[in-house]
Every structure is written in C-alpha cells, then in structure tokens.
C-alpha cells in the first residue's frame, strides 16, 4: 500500500499516518518528494485492505494498492498450472474440454437428445440448468430436482460428465447429488455465503466471471472457496456488461491470457454467453482456443426458436458440430486434443 | 415485443414467425415496410421474454421488447405511491427517512456511541452490517448474531429502528429476530432464492441496486418480492460501475426521479457508497433531497480512520450533524419533514 | 511515480529501473518490502507520463501515477475560484448563469421566439448551434454562418449573450465574430489541435466533459486551452455513456463537487444532454444547483417533437417558466441568486 | 422506427402522432395491442433519426429504432467485401496486412530501424505517429512534418507502405503528401468535419473505433466518409472503455465477426491498445487472425522503455519476429497468407 499525502499536508500530519501505519502492524517507509510525502507500508498483504481507511485521515490524499491481494490463486506461490481432474478429464492440461448443452433442462426428450448429439459432436461435459436464475419472476424457473435427475440419466446413458449451476447454499447438497462439477452463476460471484460453503464441498466448482466483475474481483471470489479447503476452481470468462448494444455482453477474450499470468487455476471460455449472438459464437470459439482458453462452454438446443430461455444464443447440434469441426483444426496449434 | 425480419426475409420465413407467435398464444400483427417486414406480438406481457427465442428463427433480424417487464412495481396498475411503514415511520411519505450508522458493527461501544450521535442529529433508523460481504476472505466478515444483539440493545437504548443487511436465505429468521428492516446488499440484488424468501418474510425490504444493475433489473428483482406476498419494497440508489475512477462509483442521482416516474415505490439514496468521497457526501445529500429522495442512508463512524471497512466513505459523527443541518434546510422546498 | 518491481525481481533489475530514473532526470527513492520493491520518483510532475514506459523494463510489474497531472487547471496553484466574465455576468461566482435554447438553430422565427421565451424565463444566455456535429451524415448538419447571424440577431434583440459550438480550428475566427462564449462539443474534449487554437482566442470557452471523459481528462483538457494563454475556460458536465440504457446518458452529479475541489474553474451542468429525457430535466435542474453548479445549460424548443435534433430532450418554453420558478426558490440556500 | 404510446393514451394523442408521422413524409401503421398502441412508420431509412422527436409528444412513452441507420457502409447494398488496395496490397482480401512500428517517429535512426525489423519479420506497412493526439500538454507532441518525412524516407529504403495520423482537416494535405493511408485516431472519430474532409481526399483511410464508440457509431463515421466519395476506409478494433483496469482498454474481438456481418469493409485489429499490455500482445493477434480479422496493427520500438510514447505496450523487434511466426502459423486455417 502507498499513501500519498496531499501537497501541504503538515508534519503532524505525515507523523499522525505513520504512527497509525505502527499501529495497525504494518512498517511505514516515508519517502518525501518535491510536493508531497508518499508513504509505503511493509508487511503481510492480506489483511492491507483495512490500510484503506487512512484516507479519512488528516492530510491523506489517496491510498495506492500496489500489490494484488489474492494469494492462493495467485501464481506468486504456486508457478505450474493447476489441473482439475472432473473423472477422467484433466481441465487445464493438454485436453481441451468442452462442455455444451442447453440453457435449461426442459424435458426427457429434450436433453437426452441434446446429450447424445453433443457427445457425438465431440463434448465431454454435459451442461443444462435445473435452477435457474431468471431476471424476471415470470420466466421459467427450471425443473428442479427433476432436472438434476434427467442431466444424471443422461449422464447414465452416454457417458458425459455433467455441470450445472447451484444457486444458494442449502442446495449444495442435493445438487452434488447429481452433478460432477458445481457451477456459480455470473450474478453469484460475489455471493460470498454460496463460495464458503462451496469451499466445502467434495466437487469441482466452474466459477462464471460476473457480468461486472473485474478480474481481480474473479481472482479474489477463487480465493474464497480455495482458502475453505477447496482448491478444485475453473474459471470462466463469459461477457462483460459494457455501452455495446449490438452484442448482449463484450467478450473480454484477453481475459484468458492474462488470468493465466496471474493464476494457475484453469480457465474456459463461454462465447454463448459471452457474445449473446448466435451468429458469432462458432468464430470466437476458434478465437478463444487461440487465446489459449483451456476449454469451452456453448449452449445447444435441438431447436433454439422454441428455447424456454437463451434460444437466441443457442446453437442447433448441426451448427455444433462444425464449431467442433473448427475447433479441432485449431487445437494442434495450441498443442491440444480433445 | 416486435420481431424484425431481415431484409430480403422470403414470405415462408415470415409466415413460419407469425405461426410461432401464434403458437406462444400472442396475435401476430406484421407491418411490410419497403426494406423489411416487422411483426408486433401482441398478448399477456408477463411471459413475452420467450419470444426472444424467435431470434433464432430464420429471418429474423431482432427481437425488440417495447412493453415494461414489470407488473406489480409499475405504475400502471397502482398509481399513487407505496407508503412502508416502519414502526411509526412513513418511508415513501412526507416524512424523510434517515438511516445512519457504521458499515459494520464493530463493538458495544462503538455502536452505541454511534446510535447516540445519530439519533440526536436527526436519524430516524440505525444502519450497521452483522454480517458483512467482503471482496476479499481476508477482510472482517462481521460479528454475525453478536452484533445483531448489539443493534438490538442500540435500539433498546435509543428508540432507533434497525437496518441490517441479511446474505443468505438460511439467515432470513436470525436476522428477522433482530432487524426493522431487512436490507438486501447491492451484490445480492439478483440473488433470487433471496429474493424469493424475502418475499415470504413479514418485514420491510431494502433493496439497494446493484453495480452492474440497471434501472429495469432493480425493478424486476423488487418484482420477485412483491409477487411472492410482500409489498413493503424500499429501492436504493447507491451508484453504479463505470469506467470514472475518482470515485468509487458512479452516483446515478437520475434513477431517483426516474424510478418515481415508473414505480409507486419508496426510493432512497446512498451517498456514501453512491460516491466512495467522504468530502462529496453531504453536498450529494443536498441533491438527493433536490432530486426528491425519500430518504438517505449515510455511512457514519466515530473514528473513521480506525473503521474495520468503509473508512474512506464514513463520515465523523460532527460532520453528519452539518450534513443533517443542510438536509434540514432543503426538506421544506420539497414538502418533506425529517 | 510509483514504480512497483515484480516478486522475486533481481537486484540487477532493480537497479536498472533506478538507473533509468535517474537518466530521465528523476530522483529515485527504493522501498525494500517483505514481497518486492518500490521505488518512487521524484521531480517535476508535468513530464512524469514518460516514466510510464518503464513498465517495459524487465521485472517492473506495474507504474502506479500518485501525482495530479494538471498545473495551471489544479486548485494547488491557486486556490480561489475564478470567476470567468462574459460581458456583464460572473460565471463562477455568487451570480448563477443559465444558458438556454434549441439544440440547432433551425429558422429566424424558431430562434427569435425562443430567445425571447428563454429572456422572459430569465435565462441571460442563448445557446444554439449553427454547426453541428450529428452521428449520421444524414441528419440536418446546421445553418452555418446563416445559423451564426440569427444568434447575432437575437443578442440584438434581447441582449441575451450566445453561446455556440465550433467543430473545427478552421472555424474559430468566423464563429468568433458571432458569438460570446466558443463551445467545445462532448465529442471534441479531445480535439487537441482544436484545444490548443482554442488557447489562442479571445473568447470564454465552454468545454464539455466527453461522454467517454475522465474527470482528470477533462481538466487535462481544460489544461490543453489554459496553457496556450487563454485562462477563461468553464466545464461542463453533461453525462457520461454507461451501460444504463433507460437513461440517454448518466448524469455524473457527484462531479460537480468533485471538479470543485479539484479545479479553480467554473462548472456548469447540462441536464438535457445529461439524462436526454425531458420529463427529469427540471428535477435534475433543482439537484444541479444544490450539488454546487455554477449554472445550467438546458435546451428549449417552442416545438419539440418537430425540432431538427434532440427533440426527445428539449422543454417547451412554459415547462422551462416552471422549471426557472423551481431553480429561483433554490438559489438562496446556495447563496446564488441570477 | 417504432412509436410506443403510453398505456392509456387517448384517442387523440394516437391520431396526432399518426398525423405528425405523416407530416414528416412517413407511412404510419398502428397495431393497436392490449395494452397500449404502437406505430410502425415505413419509409426512406435515412432521415429517420428525425422521427425521434416524436417522444416529445403527449402520449408518446418511446421511439425505437428497427433499422440500421447506414447504407453505403452496410452489406444490405453490397454483399460481397470490399478490397482497398494500397499500392500492391490489397486489405480485405485474402492478403493479411500487418501494419507495425512506434506509436511516435522520434529521430530518424528509431524510425529507419523500426521500419527495417519489421520489413524482415514481414509486416508491409510501417506505422509511426507525426502527429501526436496525447491526453497532456506537457507529453511530447510528435515531430511533425520532420516526422512525416523521416517516414517517407523509411519507405524509400525499404519499400514498406506508410500509416500515420491525420489530427485536423487543415493537416490533410501535407500529410497526404507523405503517406499511404490516412489515419484517424480513436479519438477523432467523430470529428466530423475531418471525416467530411477525408471524404475528399484521395487516400484510402484507417479508421479507428473510439473508446467509446459503438460498432454502429464507428459505421455511420465510415458512411460519412464514404458518401463524400471516398470508399477505400479500413476499420480498426483497439479495445473500448469499460470498468476493467487491468488492461489499458477491453479488446472488443467479437466486434470483428460482428462488422464482417454488418459491413463489406475491411477490418483489422490493434491488440496494442486493445490490450495495453505487451505480455498478452502476442496472443490475442493470433487470436484476432482466428476471429477473422483482415490485418493487424502493432506497435514495436527498438527500445521500449524509453519510448516517447506507449511504451508499455510495444513490443520489441525480437518479439515482434515471435508473434509474426505465430501469425504464420495460424493464417493457413484461415486461408490468408501475407
């Protein structure tokens, strides 16, 4: 941390913001420049963010945080990339891992066809929401515990692993039930309840970047369900909420590169989402394995224009296939496989 | 909703939508325009978001929603403004309603010489978090039922209503045993098992706006607990994510006005996280009254510099009575008494 | 400048960075930390943006500005307010000054009638645009010098002063000629050949925050016009572009006092542009003079929904009556009168 | 364009709206729904931007508009690409066109061997600033002419194409005599009487989208050049302004798909100041050639750290030979060579 007194701050004023540096543990480090003092304070990173509130101090200007305030995602302690292991799969290691299917479970038929056709497609994961977080109360809310037991019967009869999302804490155990990775939903991210509690479960967790959340913001909601005990976290890019009207989010594609500076912990991409545009997803899912994502996530419907929800970015299996068409002439580039 | 057909659409795809409309149980009114051809979608406005599939359909170049999702927040039914009561207070009345206290409870003193401060300035309700939704897993996460018990004996001691925010669905009951009103945190505006359960609950419900939220979402998610039974609705304006970096949001002082314009309502402002400035806070009370506020919620500490959290935006208790003093000058302009 | 090394730089980077510092003329000032270094540099501020380019220097992990950028705009250098005179009025001091008129100037009679409405109204500057900067080629691009003559006619007439917009240094002189106040556009904050030559009239300039603009931007902007000689330059705050669509823009009010404390310089608020929706004009009005505005700048149309631009956001001559009546029971308790 | 009426409009607003459409030489064609009214008006596209007026009258609740406000620029007049030809080259096509250098010329051995690196490494145009648009006027402002002709002599030893800046309409001519394409900064784009301007000249354009700019605004800029008579106009993506701070700006990728499908010009991308950030410079131009992109544009200085200008985000000769490898690589899957 760095704390730049104003211009004209008075002795007793640099003399107060250091003594209190003292006494919250940290060792201040004055340095006096031409118009103003800056002062650094040394020591233990995790807890500086309470350094924030010397700026109602006399005299302070601006408290810089200099350093990043995660630790267990961060690539500081731990160099080599983390792999998840979801059964057989390895998320973050020379396999590409694509999990594809529909926004919400809708019916028997309906995602037992969508399974079949995206495992013949090439996907290893199943997704399909059963809880589903809708902006209005009047959409549908997804089928529940029925969904759960229509992704496991699918899961029965080809073989996919299965993701989809639990939305509160209370859930976590009857969603286990079913699933092989947990999912947090982009508006959960700073849900902080469902992150602890999910540091305690025994499954992987997919943690959706919100759609306004910072980077640093993604890094630090890792940081809870890692610090609970669980470090089995795969993150995943999918849209920004920006002006751009055209698109439904702004895919922040250069998200992945630099999360892999600044974690070991895997990261997929979600073009569906991440543009809302049907049209764009097959190009950005080529975009995003050259951007070095470590797999996908792409919503399929057997038939988009009758989709309980997100029919506008799903894709029909045929179109799905070509994307994966696509996706494993760019693979071997990036020195990957399915 | 009006479905726009591309350009060039054949009569088969235009046809084939207007068999979907009709399908989905809307009438299909298509206008044929010299360039294209779009169709309005008439019918219940409440189910419509699933029309937004049809952008899948073939031909279609976009699906434009006109009518507000909204039903039970929006004026059109209910024309004259909600009153919430709160004990005697009339939030959403003549009376303004102010709520002012510390970001976190952090100790029996410090909430009860803050509870004294700001009863005798003028506060109406006592604010303070129990539990507290951090960024970070290393900052104070609060003093949970302990510090529910000191609010309680703050409230004993002053007469002070009680806000305290609850994160969880599962603490619904503990924090209900204690709190006045139940506040639901800009990060949890789109947590909807939240949502849901508070709407079941049988106290008043702040409902602040999310960051990333906009003016229609905060209207849906108050929608959530208004058609689960509970009416008593306060929205807050507290700022939201832009790309301006001075402050730590970005006041948006116009949803005050333009959520009277499209709800019945109460709806308060925050200035303190509205701004994140401590120096701005009492001149954007001014014009939260100005800008025809029902209320404020102001962030006040005894020694902000010392704050566990919220230091930087939390005023002393002898500049909250200065800001009070002004807030007491502007009321009479807008027919309004503390 | 904070230059902030990586963990686990080496002592020759370290030394290299202190090195280099020092051959850009900075003094160099190392903190040794438990996890990295720091080093701060010290000199003169104004080229100090140079330094930014050491984040390219091997194991720099980042270069963290502390300093303000602007001089002659800051209120370091000079802490009293400036007034900026245009003929008879102060801006910028107890006198508050309203600027109002149609969007364009469209006919002799549009133009005449209003600034005869706007001078009854009590406004005692006409604003109206000759030459006007539209997002498509298609849309009415102003009278031009014809446009300039009826301004001059209606100063004639009401002896109200104009303010109006100039797109282009060529322009300078022959709008000069015209008008007593030169406009700088939202979309020209950054024309900084505009700027500069703008720093070499003889006229008040009225530089707009960009709807992409940074408060330090615009004084940056401001500094672009002070530094080339011409120190009588008022800003303008007039929304900036989020992700909130209800909303043409988003309104920044809390930037008004911020700039105050910032800049010696007047600033103005400009409601119409700022929420480019009518109905919230006047409240907005009432919320600018009690955040501080110096004055207001509001379109006027004796015909809205037939004007040639931004009909959707001007008022009707009898709702800006109203809208002056509220803005009068206000001044007072800002000290202000008209 | 569609007219939303309020719920509970009368009669007579329905009609005079009706009437008002016509006036203003408009097809009106109502669709009168369950709840409220809305009214298609069918006619000339390009003027419509005038209808928006209309939510100036009473009972009118919105104006939405269905098309896309431009023509020249779109694919709904011409379906197959456009290819501007710049000597030899030919962008938009399957030729894939780098564009490399600094951002500034600062002395003749810089540019001269910039411009050789990377003449070797590949690239076919050499970028280099002469003009300078910089956020402070204290930075370093750019060479000018002496700049432009220390480009002109890197092109006569090297046979590279030219790129640099244009800033304001007087400019046009002398930088004309200098250089290949005219470039206009993000900044300018939508300084619209440079636009005008470069609609005249006879040199293909570069134009790049503003940090603020939507893709529809960056279309309707490119119509204004072209319907002045000058079609040779190539789009740049460089990243928009968003919330993020990591990164310098949001590198908008799926912005070039998404103008692939709405425009037949070319379209290249800047991952220089898309990103900000040399480390992730590398990949996302690998990534930018998968998402279709027609060429690139990146920075490269000898020296980086003591750059004048954008050090931080250049990279050098070296890793410039990297990246281009990687671009080999990936443009065969494309079906683009240099």
């Known amino acids: 941390m760095i704390i730049s007194m104003r211009a004209g701050a008075t002795k007793e004023e640099v003399d107060h913001v250091i003594e209190q540096i003292g ?16 002062i650094g304070a040394i020591g233990d990173e995790r807890g500086k963010a309470r350094l924030h509130a010397l700026e109602a101090a006399p005299g ?12 267990l995602a961060g690539r500081e302690l731990r160099s080599d990339r983390s792999v998840v292991r979801v059964g057989d799969l390895k998320v973050g290691s020379d396999q590409f891992v694509v999990m594809a299917g529909p926004c919400s479970v809708e019916s028997r038929e309906q995602i037992l ?38 992704l496991a019967e699918a899961r029965e009869k080809t073989g ?14 009857l969603v286990s039930k ?20 999910l540091g305690q479960a025994r499954r992987p967790v997919l943690l959706k970047r919100s759609m306004m959340g910072t980077v640093q913001e993604l890094l630090m909601s890792a940081e809870y369900i890692i610090s609970q005990g669980n470090s089995d976290v795969i993150l995943c890019e999918r ?17 992945i590169p630099l999360l892999h500076q600044l974690t070991h912990l895997p990261v997929i991409a979600d073009p569906s989402h991440g543009t809302g545009v049907r049209s764009l997803i ?13 797999g996908l996530m792409v919503e399929v419907h057997p038939n988009p224009e009758e989709a309980f929800s997100d029919g506008a970015q799903s894709l029909m299996p045929r179109e799905f296939v070509e994307l994966m068409a696509d996706v494993r002439r760019y693979l071997p580039l990036e020195k990957r496989h399915l």
Chains 1, 2, 3, 4 share one sequence.
């Open 23 to 38: 006494k919250m543990g940290y060792e201040a480090h004055p340095i006096y420049g031409k118009e103003r003092v800056v």
């Open 60 to 71: 302070v200007e601006q408290v810089v945080p200099i350093l990043k305030p995660f630790k």
């Open 113 to 150: 066809e969508t399974a079949d056709a995206v495992k013949k497609a090439g996907a290893q994961i199943l997704r399909g929401g059963a809880f589903k977080p809708r902006t209005s109360p009047y959409s549908f809310q997804g089928l529940e515990e029925e969904g759960l037991k229509l």
């Open 160 to 173: 996919l692993r299965i993701v989809t999302e639990v939305m509160t804490p209370e859930d976590i155990p």
């Open 178 to 197: 079913y699933t092989d990775i947990l999912q947090v939903g982009a508006r959960n991210m700073q849900n902080f309840v469902l992150l602890k509690r």
């Open 239 to 255: 849209g920004i909420r920006t002006f751009e009207t055209y698109t439904r989010n702004t895919f922040d594609l250069s998200a």
């Open 282 to 294: 097959p190009t950005m899912s080529k975009a995003a394995v050259a951007a070095g994502a470590d």
